[in-house]
Each structure stands twice: as structure tokens, then as C-alpha cells.
């Protein structure tokens, strides 16, 4: 059995990824995220990633209304370690692949060979509306023609001396990006759509899956493991998950159900919306939806034993590669987890019991 992979996503938007206003509420902040990943590191963690976000959503907790850069932050943070793998993101339809290319050979240079590109091709129409740049007649289809097409364009910048390219969405004509990666960033992109797993399955090296339920995401992973062979590659399959833990399983249900009854309604409609949703249906779904609607990920909670065996059920029953983990309290879970909990995991990878 090969070694589970298990990361961080680190919260540079304000409010991390529980929307509500009862949790603990991370700043956006460099210096709080950079002991983040110099605390991931040290516990033994694999990576750590940063999402890109333009705007945020309002309400009570102005939940990622303050946002560091992706990338830029991330430079920082792998001079500030020395292991721990550096993925960041970039936004397809905003930064054209030239660009991309010439960021991320340089990020792997600063970061000695961790670099790794999350690819996400857009669809908050909110925060790309306000610079102006959102086509609202681009189909899902077209996005992801468009990410192939850059992506096929970042991966020549990357290996070949000059690109010159007429094609749907761009048109490069003897472009030169230089010094090429060594060795070649780590391509990461999310989806769960067919089009999206067809996308990872052809190109990245990660993918991260959504689902709604355990099943499903095994069938999904199930999926991009077959279509990638099929294509003569490999692709680790991933998901998200969210720990709450304490002593005991009832303390850590207290903190779940702290952090729900806080859940910022207004906020999540505005980010419903943002999706696409009519206002009026995304206000009328936000106020009848369940506390646990703070939480933006599926969700473990438990003492350090159980915590690990409800990982371990996850990972297994869904057939994941790897995970990257949410914390409410970064600093303080991380340093439990990383005393109480990864060695655990570890250990199941080596067959020993858990």
C-alpha cells in the first residue's frame, strides 16, 4: 500500500472555512499562515495549499473579505520551510498561461523543486464581474476547453524553447518563457463533473474530488485511476475534510455544534448566489439550511482515537490517495494532531495497528 498524503489548506481569506460567526475566525494574514505551514512541516505533513480568491461574501462575518494573493504568499512560505510541498493557485480565465508559466518556473526555483500549480478555471461570477472579465455565456464545457487549452500552452512554455499558438482562447506567437521548471511543478486541479475528471485524468498529477457520499467519491476516484491509466499516467486522487477534535467524543461534538449555531446565513446565500443561484432562491435555501451548512467541507469530529479512525474510514471507504485537512483552530489543533493523530495514520500505512 502506498503512503497516504495528508496537507493543509492553508486559510488565507479571512474566516477561514467556517462560516460562522461563533468559530474561531483566522486572519489574512502572512505571518499567521506562514507558522501554519512551518508548524505543517514540522509535524510531518506533506503540503500545504492556498486557494485564489477575489471577493468574498459579505454578512455578518465579512466571511473572505480580506484575501492574501495566492502565489505571492506562497513564495514566502517555502522560503520559510524546507519539505513540506507548496501548492498555489491560479485562475484560468484571469492569468494568461505565458504568465502562469513564467510564475511558477519561478516558484519552483525559490521553492528548490515543491512547486505545485492548483489550476481552477473559474466560477464565481462575482469576484470576475468586478474586474470585468466574466463571460456569462461561457458554458461549463467551454471553461474546461479553455483550461486545456492553457494548460496545454503552460506545459510547452515549460519544455519548448518558443510556442507559437492560434487557438480558441489564446494565440501566442514565438513566445519564449525561460529558464524552463526543473523538475516540472505538480499540476493540481478540483472538479467532480465528467468534464472535470477527464481534465485530471488527462492532466494533472492531483485531483481533488467532491461528492456526496463516501461511495460516490470511490467511484469518482475509481474513475480518474482508470481513465488516467488509461492515458499511460498516474494521478493521486484527494479530498477535503475538516478535523474537530478535543479529549473526548462529546467535547468535540460541543465544538461542532458551537461553530453551526453561528452559521452566517447571509453570507452563505451570497455565495449560493455566486454560484449562479437566483438571489431570491439563495437567501430562501441559506435560511432553511441546517447549522452544519457552517462548515464547507465534510467533517470528522471525536477524541484523537476517533479522529483517526474516522480518517482512516474515509480515506479507505473512498479510496483517496491522500487528504488535505481544515482546522478550525489551526495552531492549536495542528500541534494536537501532529502529537495525537498522524502518527496513528502513519503507522496504518505501514500495516501496524491504528
Not at 466560477?123 to 461549463?140: L, R, T, V
Not at 510556442?163 to 521548471?181: A, I, M, N, W
Not at 452544519?292 to 477524541?303: D, H, K, L, N, R
Request: net charge negative; charged share 20%.
Amino acid at each position: 500500500m502506498s503512503a497516504t498524503e495528508y496537507g493543509v489548506f492553508l486559510p488565507n481569506a479571512s474566516g477561514g472555512w467556517l462560516i460562522s460567526e461563533s468559530a474561531p475566525y483566522p486572519p489574512a494574514s502572512y505571518d499567521f499562515n506562514r507558522d501554519i505551514a512551518v508548524l505543517s512541516e514540522k509535524i510531518g505533513l506533506d503540503f500545504v495549499m492556498a486557494m485564489a480568491k477575489w471577493r468574498g461574501f459579505g454578512g455578518s462575518t465579512d466571511h473572505w473579505g480580506e484575501t492574501l494573493e495566492s502565489v505571492t504568499m506562497m513564495a514566502g512560505i517555502a522560503e520559510a520551510t524546507s519539505r513540506v510541498k507548496i501548492w498555489a493557485t491560479i485562475h484560468a480565465n484571469m492569468q494568461h498561461p505565458a504568465f502562469a508559466a513564467k510564475v511558477f518556473a519561478t516558484l519552483q526555483q525559490v521553492s528548490h523543486g515543491r512547486a505545485g500549480l492548483n489550476i481552477v478555471n473559474g466560477s464565481y461570477a462575482d469576484e470576475f464581474e468586478q474586474m470585468g472579465i466574466w463571460d456569462p455565456e461561457m458554458s461549463h464545457e467551454a471553461r474546461y476547453r479553455m483550461t486545456e487549452e492553457w494548460t496545454r500552452l503552460v506545459l510547452r512554455l515549460w519544455s519548448e524553447d518558443t510556442v507559437t499558438h492560434e487557438g480558441e482562447f489564446f494565440t501566442l506567437t514565438d513566445c519564449e518563457s525561460r529558464p524552463h521548471p526543473t523538475p516540472r511543478p505538480t499540476l493540481i486541479s478540483a472538479g467532480r463533473s465528467e468534464a472535470g475528471r477527464t481534465f485530471q485524468a488527462n492532466y494533472a498529477d492531483g485531483a481533488f474530488l467532491g461528492s456526496e457520499s463516501l461511495s460516490e467519491m470511490a467511484e469518482f476516484s475509481r474513475d480518474v485511476h482508470r481513465r488516467a491509466t488509461a492515458a499511460g499516467r498516474t494521478v493521486g486522487t484527494y479530498s477535503m475534510l475538516t478535523v474537530i477534535m478535543a479529549d473526548t467524543d462529546e467535547a468535540a461534538e460541543q465544538r461542532a455544534a458551537q461553530y453551526a449555531a453561528g452559521l452566517d446565513r447571509e453570507a452563505l446565500a451570497n455565495m449560493r448566489r455566486s454560484w449562479g443561484w437566483d438571489a431570491q432562491r439563495a437567501l430562501s435555501w441559506a435560511e432553511d439550511a441546517e447549522g452544519a451548512a457552517a462548515f464547507q467541507t465534510p467533517y470528522v469530529t471525536g477524541s484523537p482515537t476517533t479522529v483517526t479512525e474516522r480518517i482512516l474510514h474515509v480515506v479507505r471507504t473512498a479510496e483517496l490517495d491522500g487528504l488535505m485537512l481544515i482546522f478550525p483552530d489551526y495552531l492549536t489543533d495542528l500541534a494536537a494532531f501532529g502529537e495525537d493523530v498522524l502518527p496513528a495514520l502513519r503507522a496504518a500505512d505501514q500495516g501496524e495497528p491504528s
